[in-house]
Nanobody, 121 residues
């Protein structure tokens, strides 16, 4: 079993910053890619950022220049540093990862439970 656990969400004023963390745990053989999605009330879940293993990062146009994704492979953790936050960034943020488990050795997609980010004055 593999689990993704997010942390770091909260309430922040416009222009402020937050850092989200997502730790993967369980029977992990290899993590291929880790990323972030978000879902605002009444909207569909949308892509935010992706960091493949050994590849270049990818960002949604709406967050380029403000958000930075990074990984600590030793800790199986991905981070999302969010700066210059705007009210439209308000959403539940979900961690997503493509992980090969140690038992089935099959590549599977996993989601975290989500963490709320609210940008408001």
């Amino acid at each position: 079993q593999v689990q993704l656990v997010e942390s770091g969400g909260g309430l922040v004023q416009p222009g402020g910053s937050l850092r989200l963390s997502c730790a993967a745990s369980g029977s992990i053989f290899r993590i291929n890619a880790m990323g972030w999605y978000r879902q605002a009330p009444g909207k569909e879940r949308e892509f935010v950022a992706l960091m493949p293993s050994g590849g270049s990062t990818n960002y949604a146009d709406s967050v380029k220049g403000r958000f930075t994704i990074s990984r600590d492979n030793a800790k199986n953790t991905v981070y999302l540093q969010m700066n210059s936050l705007k009210p439209e960034d308000t959403a539940v943020y979900y961690c997503n990862a493509f992980i090969t488990g140690t038992q089935a050795r099959a590549l599977m997609n996993y989601w975290g439970q989500g963490t709320q980010v609210t940008v408001s004055s």
